[in-house]
């Protein structure tokens, strides 16, 4: 039987995790090097490769505790259920998921990294993390289509859509800095396709 992580290892893990964190979302995957991180932790680069075998590896296990945070506020939940009409459910689920998503920016970066760098192993991360997330939230916009007062007839491809618009604001702001709309005027535009 083995034996439970000592308090130690598991707070250089912790240590690790954080400070590798904090460089893949400034840097990207390919910014960093295991050496740098392993510096800015305080540890060697050899207990790196103890704790994490491949830089991948470490990658996608600060991804997974990263993702592991994104939790869903039960009062923004509350107000999509007492909506009264299609708009305002909508807005109250746009509303949700940029405040769930931008909670980090850090994780914001390591998601759009990780979408261009690591994307095959992403996958799965994002459906185990994500995929409850999404199916919750789509939950409370079947009656709104079912009354036609979304146009879609798919609830989770427009709460998809939602998340899109959260995770491709930033980027789009720096290909075109002046006069982009901010992330609320790019959903209004959207939800004029939406609601009827």
Known sequence: MKDAPSSGK???QGRILATAAAQFALHGYNGVSTRD???QAGVNEVTIYRHYPRKRDLYLAVLDAELGKVSLRGD????????CDGRTVLTRTFELIAKTLLLSPELLRLLQYGALEVSEDLDLLLRRHLGELV????????PWVDKGELRCTNPEALVLTLIAIVLSHQPLHRVFPCGMPGPENMFQAYAEFCVN
């Open 10 to 12: 598991i707070e250089t």
């Open 37 to 39: 991180i392993a510096s």
């Open 76 to 83: 923004l939940l509350a107000q999509i259920a007492d909506a």
């Open 135 to 142: 199916k919750v939230i789509s939950r409370y916009l079947v």
